[in-house]
T-cell receptor
Framework: AQSVTQLGSHVSVSEGALVLLRCNYS??????LFWYVQYPNQGLQLLLK??????LVKGINGFEAEFKKSETSFHLTKPSAHMSDAAEYFC????????????FGKGTLLTVNP | GAGVSQSPSNKVTEKGKDVELRCDPI?????LYWYRQSLGQGLEFLIY????????KSGLPSDRFSAERTGGSVSTLTIQRTQQEDSAVYLC????????????????FGPGTRLTVL
């Protein structure tokens, strides 16, 4: 079985500040991990994914995430928030024989204040 | 088309009616997925197609839900005798293949169909 926990359903930062969105996963086998972003009334867009290559993964729009096996974490960061980053962010995991199936966290709504 | 498209974008129906939701995947994508996004449950996997067959239907909530895919392209999700708890956004995604050597192939999502059951 696999699961994802996103700590903080709502994160608020100032423009230019560091963005840190937390994700912890549970998986009995090596996982594949993803971050998706959802803008209002739109579908999900892939930000980045970890597939057992480099542990530090760089994605679009200046985001990156680091896979830490010892902490079972895959936190998303961006050094400097922009107003356009305001959206909902979802962490997802897939693993094992059903590695086509994404299991999502509950999501974190990011607000960026001017 | 350039991306995954879904229709209708919004659907309001009365309890007990049947509804059909349509998904057009990205051209050439052999794998297709349906997910449901609701306030109480978040994002849940419903069903996965590889070509026209559905190896995994484990996420379908009840036998009122069914899906088919024809010609390896368009998919239809049907909900019979809709209930208020079926109200949600239904998301479709497609990928080139279901899995690759490095794991899950990237799933590209459509904008979703917002279903409201009165």
């Amino acid at each position: 079985a696999q699961s994802v926990t996103q700590l903080g359903s709502h994160v608020s930062v100032s423009e230019g500040a560091l963005v840190l969105l937390r994700c912890n996963y549970s998986s009995s086998v090596p996982p594949y991990l993803f971050w998706y972003v959802q803008y209002p009334n739109q579908g999900l867009q892939l930000l980045l994914k970890y597939t057992s290559a480099a542990t530090l993964v760089k994605g679009i729009n200046g985001f990156e995430a680091e896979f830490k096996k010892s902490e079972t974490s895959f936190h998303l960061t961006k050094p400097s928030a922009h107003m356009s980053d305001a959206a909902e962010y979802f962490c997802a995991v897939s693993s094992g024989g059903s590695n086509y199936k994404l299991t999502f966290g509950k999501g974190t709504l990011l607000t960026v204040n001017p | 088309g350039a991306g995954v498209s879904q229709s209708p974008s919004n659907k309001v129906t009365e309890k007990g009616k049947d509804v059909e939701l349509r998904c057009d995947p990205i051209s050439g994508h052999t794998a297709l997925y349906w997910y449901r996004q609701s306030l109480g449950q978040g994002l849940e996997f419903l069903i996965y197609f590889q070509g026209n067959s559905a190896p995994d239907k484990s996420g379908l909530p009840s036998d009122r839900f069914s899906a088919e895919r024809t010609g390896g392209s368009v998919s239809t999700l049907t909900i019979q005798r809709t209930q208020q708890e079926d109200s949600a956004v239904y998301l479709c995604a497609s990928s080139l293949v279901a899995t690759r050597g490095l794991g899950t192939d990237t799933q590209y999502f459509g904008p979703g169909t917002r279903l409201t059951v009165l």
